[in-house]
């Protein structure tokens, strides 16, 4: 599984609000905070987008800025599953491009910069545009020829 392809990684809060009555019958609300760890573990995260900016020439004038759309369909259903514990699995989902490779890849993950960042494998370091409880956005920047090619990752909780 190309790590590039599920690699794409910010975050919003989610509340949760939950309500009780006292024996006067009024109500209550205690707002409580999941934390980012919270947000990300236990959970098979899809990718559902990938965008590029600036896009990439596609040989006929125009640009393409939508990677997902050139992702093969035996990788869109790929999920990643991360571990409290810093360990994740990266797995092929149910159409398996290259049946020659593992079911499943294992790795290491860890947020850095105050929890803004999360870092895949020591290596690549994803912006966290937004992590909520269902879905996260991911940023990765990187120089390409002189410039800064930037790709955000959208995935979703199934």
Do not use: R
């Not at 009780?20 to 934390?35: A, L, P, V, W």
């Not at 993950?109 to 994803?126: C, G, V, Y």
């Amino acid at each position: 599984m190309k790590k590039t392809t599920l690699l794409g990684i910010a975050l919003i809060a989610t509340f949760a609000f939950f309500t009780s009555c006292s024996k006067d019958s009024t109500t209550k609300t205690t707002t409580t905070t999941e934390s980012n760890t919270q947000k990300l573990v236990g959970k098979n995260w899809f990718l559902s987008a990938a965008i590029m900016n600036p896009g990439i020439p596609d040989g006929t004038g125009g640009t393409i800025t939508d990677f997902y759309a050139l992702m093969d369909d035996c990788e869109k259903d790929n999920f990643m599953n991360f571990n409290v514990n810093g360990t994740y699995i990266s797995d092929e989902g149910v159409t398996i491009c290259d049946t020659t490779s593992a079911q499943t890849t294992p790795g290491t993950w860890k947020f850095t910069n105050n929890e803004t960042n999360l870092l895949i494998d020591d290596s690549t370091n994803l912006g966290i545009v937004q992590l909520e409880a269902s879905m996260m956005k991911l940023k990765l920047t990187e120089s390409i020829g002189g410039g800064d090619q930037t790709i955000t990752y959208s995935f979703i909780k199934k």
